[in-house]
């Protein structure tokens, strides 16, 4: 078996889905799963709709009604006939988030959230399935609730291996080319769950890890892993190979292009992943695998904008040591901050997070009634992986250095 994904960005109009249709024609499609995101933007347009239904329950209906129009038109584009199973099928399943929405009572926002949001894997796939077979390629559609057994943890769920793993070995049989979506699995009540934004590449993951696939390839709109982001650094390089560790690294310190859960079930099992172009399907592109840490040897960047610094100390001039510690992360915890970084010397405590969830005033509040707080807001944070003597000269001209901090292999610079 091997696993594909396509992402959001591979199937975002009908050219992307025709697109998909040349990829699996030129790689081969038997004894493969492919897991799909939603299209585009769907997603977002999803979560929009999620926040005006708690906002003003109305006014989701027209957000919901433009998110079937942008389907119904990709339909429309990759279907001559008219009223095909497949338009019945994506005006059911928007009918049915309809429904959910009309008649949900839950004032549980992370719960509707994913009974919701994962309409958008639903959709794509039906569409992408039924046009594999539309032109030929016989196609099984998938349902991921039915493979991925997760906690009830909405928004962020948590895998439950042991369910997932016999879930998957009886739910994917035959050597039929698999169509099912990303992001997607249920709890033990089978109530939809997702496991987090961007979740998909996990998803192929997890299929490949219970599957015990050959390898794994995630089609991407870049040649493979680059050594920063081309959409913020200009002469970016494709590192052809990367370890697993050295992957794992590089996502967790940000780099977008791959999911950070992804890597270590593969690793687990030691199944390469392999990250290509959508648009050249031939050409080889990063593979992560065991042996050596990076081809080529070069310095990596990453950059994390719009993150939060926080520089505490003691009102007493006493130390910050293990108690103070350990009251500020109970705080960063219970504010859902994720920690970039963390710098503390003998009277004071620096740390650069992320407020994803908009709880920085009542964090600033807390944290006030004990430490003095210096607040810098909307800072970035650069990493850069085996750099060099002048690899940061660039990004300190550009901007103003604000913290440092450095080891054997990685530097970061907080910058205003
Ligand atoms: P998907 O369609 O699978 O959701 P994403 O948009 O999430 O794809 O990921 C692909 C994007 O990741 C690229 O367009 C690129 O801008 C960005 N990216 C960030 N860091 C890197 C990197 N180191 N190498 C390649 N692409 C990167
Ligand atoms: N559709 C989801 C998202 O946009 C999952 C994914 O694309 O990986 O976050
Ligand atoms: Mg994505």
Request: net charge negative.
């Amino acid at each position: 078996m091997r696993v594909f994904k396509f992402g959001g960005a591979s199937v975002k109009d009908a050219e992307g889905v025709k697109n998909v249709v040349t990829v699996l024609s030129e790689t081969g499609h038997e004894n493969t799963v492919v897991v799909i995101s939603a299209m585009g933007k769907t997603t977002n347009a999803l979560e929009e709709v999620v926040n005006a239904y708690f906002k003003q329950p109305e006014s989701f209906k027209s957000i919901l009604a433009d998110a079937e129009t942008f389907h119904q038109a990709i339909i429309e584009e990759l279907f001559e006939a008219p009223n095909t199973p497949v338009h019945k099928r994506v005006k059911e399943l928007f009918g049915q988030c309809h429904t959910f929405l009309v008649n949900n009572r839950s004032p549980h926002e992370a719960f509707v959230y994913d009974q919701v949001v994962s309409f958008g894997e639903l959709i794509s796939t039906s569409i992408v399935c039924a046009y594999l077979n539309h032109v030929g390629i016989a196609a099984e559609w998938i349902d991921a609730r039915a493979c991925i057994k997760t906690d009830n943890f909405y928004r962020s769920a948590h895998l439950d291996w042991e369910r997932t793993q016999s879930a998957i070995q009886s739910q994917v049989q035959g050597n039929k080319l698999k169509i099912t979506q990303g992001f997607i699995g249920s709890d033990d009540n089978n109530f939809t769950t997702t496991l987090g934004r961007e979740g998909s590449d996990y998803s192929a993951a997890i299929f490949a890890y219970c599957l015990g696939a050959t390898d794994v390839t995630i089609w991407k709109d870049v040649p493979g892993v680059l050594n920063a982001d081309p959409r913020v650094f200009d002469k970016t390089q494709l590192l052809h190979h990367i370890s697993y560790q050295e992957a794992i690294e590089l996502a967790f310190y940000g780099a977008s292009v791959i999911h950070p859960k992804t890597l270590q079930p593969l690793q687990r099992k030691e199944i390469p992943l392999f990250v290509k172009s959508f648009l050249n399907p031939t050409e080889s592109g990063t593979q992560v695998g065991k042996g050596v840490r990076m081809r080529p040897e070069i310095p990596c960047y990453i950059v994390k904008k719009g993150l939060s610094l926080l520089r505490l100390s003691t009102r007493d001039f006493s130390f910050v040591v293990e108690d103070n510690i350990s009251d500020i992360f109970k705080l960063l915890h219970e504010h859902k901050m994720s920690v970039d970084l963390i710098q503390n010397s003998a009277i004071s405590f620096s740390v650069c997070v992320n407020d994803k969830y908009q709880n920085m005033e009542t964090l600033l509040h807390n944290l006030r009634a004990r430490f003095d707080v210096q607040y810098t807001p909307d800072v970035m944070l650069y990493t850069i992986r085996h750099f060099e003597e002048n690899s940061a000269t660039a990004i300190l001209k550009a901007h103003e250095l604000v913290l440092e901090q450095r080891t054997l292999t990685t530097l970061q610079l907080v910058m205003k």
